[in-house]
């Protein structure tokens, strides 16, 4: 393992302007939001994509990890390591371009997912899922996390929204990934290719089998029946493939309004039998909410800190799209009358 000081200056020869291996800035880097603590050697902020693969090249040269980095509010330490911290979130974060026709926009990874948002909003688009770290969640780290939020439930998770990713593996290869590729044009592809044919009973029975599925690598995407996708392939793989630069992702069309319906019942369970009933309403999002959790806040806040609920112990919150206030409002009806009238509803 090479000494701080010669990565630093291996770095900076490379052309990376701006290395930080100050004590506090390590000191900030070693956490995310997870309970981890990995005090990095060296923090980069790079400029553009050349300064991304110079430094990947001097990991390589030097055998230094490296882990990218979005807003580093992953809770199981997928943002820090030791070796290079790589943040993308100062300098790499420019909406590149929204198609309102094609319903498609290219990112930079440091894109903060609120501002995506803000620019898609005026055609009448957004991107469709929302973790609630959205204020700060780049979409380097949604990408690198399969991250999903409330309404995934209505539009997919981050992999079923994104169509292309430019990257640099591991190895230094730039690799435009997408769907349906030919193999051949890049030895990365024809290794994966190869893997899914030797496994491909094992990945079509044991990956992708519910639509929520984030976990491990979304190989089933790479299946010949689900087009070889290797952009989505790659969604959900915390940066251990390679290093994003740049995501083409689809945008849905935002709802003319929304019909917002809490729904009361005796307890959680009671709230969790209903919920096969709720969706057959299309919802966007539903949540579920615990007692336990409203009795905190009352317990250390008092009443007026919890909005006003349906008498009940467990609550869901469910949000369907409409398109006028009058449809919105007869929508929240048809809710309530079928799953809050069910046997045990409050
Ligand atoms: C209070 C709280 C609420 C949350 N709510 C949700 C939620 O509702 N739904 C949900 O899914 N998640 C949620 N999360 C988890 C987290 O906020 C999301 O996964 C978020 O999308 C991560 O974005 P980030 O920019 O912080 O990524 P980071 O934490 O910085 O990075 C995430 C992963 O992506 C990799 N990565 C980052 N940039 C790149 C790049 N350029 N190239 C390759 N890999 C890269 C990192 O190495 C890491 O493995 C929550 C977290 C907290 C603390």
């Given at each position: 393992?090479p ?11 490379a052309?990376?302007?701006?290395v ?22 060296v923090?980069?902020?790079?400029h553009d ?9 001097v990991?390589?040269?030097t055998?230094?990890?490296l882990?990218?980095r ?11 390591g ?7 979130s100062?300098?790499?974060h ?5 198609d309102?026709a ?10 903060v997912l609120?501002d ?9 688009l957004r ?21 999903c ?7 997919g ?11 640099l ?16 044009t890049?030895?990365?592809?024809t ?6 044919h030797r496994?491909l ?7 992708g ?6 976990s491990g690598?979304?190989?089933d995407?790479?299946l010949?029946?689900?087009?070889f996708d290797v952009?989505k392939?790659?969604v959900?793989t915390?940066g251990t493939c ?5 995501a ?13 319906v ?5 307890d ?7 919920v096969?009933?709720v969706?057959?309403h299309?919802?966007?999002a539903?949540?579920g909410l615990?007692?336990?959790i ?20 467990g609550w869901?919150?469910v949000?369907?799209g409409?398109?006028?206030?009058a449809e919105?409002?007869a929508?929240?009806?048809a809710?309530v009358?079928d799953?809050g009238?069910?046997p045990?509803?409050?």
């Amino acid at each position: 393992m090479p000494s701080t000081s010669e990565i630093v200056r291996s770095l900076r020869a490379a052309g990376v302007r701006e290395v930080d291996d100050s004590t506090r800035r390590r000191a900030e880097y070693s956490t995310d939001a997870s309970l981890y603590r990995v005090v990095p050697e060296v923090v980069v902020f790079p400029h553009d994509a050349d300064e991304v693969a110079a430094t990947l090249d001097v990991c390589r040269r030097t055998g230094t990890a490296l882990t990218a980095r979005g807003a580093g509010t992953s809770i199981a330490g997928n943002a820090v390591g030791p070796g290079v911290v790589l943040d993308t979130s100062r300098h790499m974060h420019q909406v590149l371009d929204v198609d309102p026709a094609a319903r498609t926009a290219t990112v930079q990874p440091g894109v903060v997912l609120d501002d995506l948002q803000r620019a898609a909003a005026p055609h009448g688009l957004r991107f469709g899922p929302d973790p609630s770290t959205h204020s700060r969640a780049t979409l380097g780290g949604m990408i690198g996390n399969n991250a999903c939020g409330s309404r995934a439930l209505g539009y997919g998770r981050t992999s079923d929204n994104v169509m292309a990713l430019d990257l640099l593996t591991g190895t230094g290869e730039r690799l435009n990934a997408g769907r349906g590729q030919d193999p051949a044009t890049s030895s990365v592809l024809t290794a994966l290719d190869a893997a899914v044919h030797r496994h491909l009973a094992t990945i079509r029975t044991e990956l992708g089998r519910f639509s929520r599925q984030v976990s491990g690598y979304g190989l089933d995407h790479l299946l010949p029946e689900r087009g070889f996708d290797v952009a989505k392939a790659l969604v959900g793989t915390e940066g251990t493939c390679g290093v994003l630069l740049e995501a083409t992702v689809r945008l849905v069309r935002r709802p003319a309004t929304v019909a917002s319906v809490v729904l009361g019942y005796p307890d959680m369970a009671a709230a969790a039998d209903a919920v096969p009933t709720v969706l057959t309403h299309s919802p966007i999002a539903c949540e579920g909410l615990d007692s336990r959790i409203t009795d905190v806040v009352r317990a250390r806040r008092g009443d007026a800190a919890l909005p006003p609920l349906p008498a009940g112990a467990g609550w869901l919150l469910v949000e369907i799209g409409a398109a006028s206030p009058a449809e919105a409002a007869a929508a929240a009806d048809a809710l309530v009358a079928d799953a809050g009238r069910s046997p045990r509803a409050c």
